[in-house]
């Protein structure tokens, strides 16, 4: 199976309706992703011994998925079921917002990610979607939409700006850009000073890029 072939499988069997949210189920997506590649693997980023990134007291979590011949990463704020960032979060909460997380990666290989473009079912062609972050809840799942809360937009430019620390490559700068310009978008709009923050940290990082000499 194949990016093609997994935009096109309907996951409405395995999903939750939850305050007029739509979440899949993290473990039947992971199975999925097993019968479409079993030598996949994720691995949960490490911060100085903690599963997550400490930004001004709350948590991010990072995690990558390696498979079909691919690596991607996706990070998610560690936050309550009113979609706030918890501070000093426990490791329960740490841990289902890792199983969020991983599912949101591996809606970037194409599984149920039409659902984050709002459809009811998956495309007959593949379309052009974008990605939201996923909140807290009783389950590990995702979510199609997100709150506009001032801390929240505050760690997703914290982050955007934190992955400029550990990118190595710049396909993967302007990747990861890309895969969260509906964020980016909304961020422009609705905190310009976070949008140009961020904007000028990744051409900062490009240039440095673009000005390596070649291997």
Not at 17 to 33: D, F, H, M, P, R
């Amino acid at each position: 199976m194949n990016t093609q072939e997994l935009l096109k499988v309907n996951v409405n069997d395995h999903t939750e309706k939850k305050n007029g949210l739509t979440y899949l189920s993290w473990a039947w997506a992971w199975a999925e992703v097993l019968k479409a590649d079993p030598t996949a693997t994720f691995e949960v980023r490490m911060f100085d011994g903690r599963a997550y990134m400490d930004i001004n007291g709350t948590g991010m979590v990072w995690v990558t998925v390696k498979m079909l011949g691919q690596e991607r990463t996706c990070f998610l704020p560690v936050m309550d079921y009113k979609n706030r960032p918890i501070e000093s979060p426990d490791a329960f909460q740490v841990n289902t917002a890792l199983m969020r997380c991983l599912t949101k990666c591996v809606a970037l290989f194409g599984l149920g990610l039409y659902i984050y473009s709002g459809e009811d079912t998956p495309p007959d062609e593949v379309k052009s979607v974008t990605l939201m972050p996923i909140v807290e809840g009783n389950t590990a799942e995702m979510e199609v939409n997100t709150g506009n809360e001032d801390a929240n937009k505050q760690l997703f430019a914290d982050s955007m700006m934190h992955f400029t620390n550990i990118c190595t490559t710049l396909k993967d700068l302007n990747s990861y850009w890309k895969a969260n310009q509906a964020q980016l978008d909304a961020l422009k709009v609705s905190h310009p000073d976070l949008y140009s923050q961020v904007r000028n940290r990744f051409a900062e990082i490009k240039k440095q890029f673009s000005e390596k000499p070649s291997e």
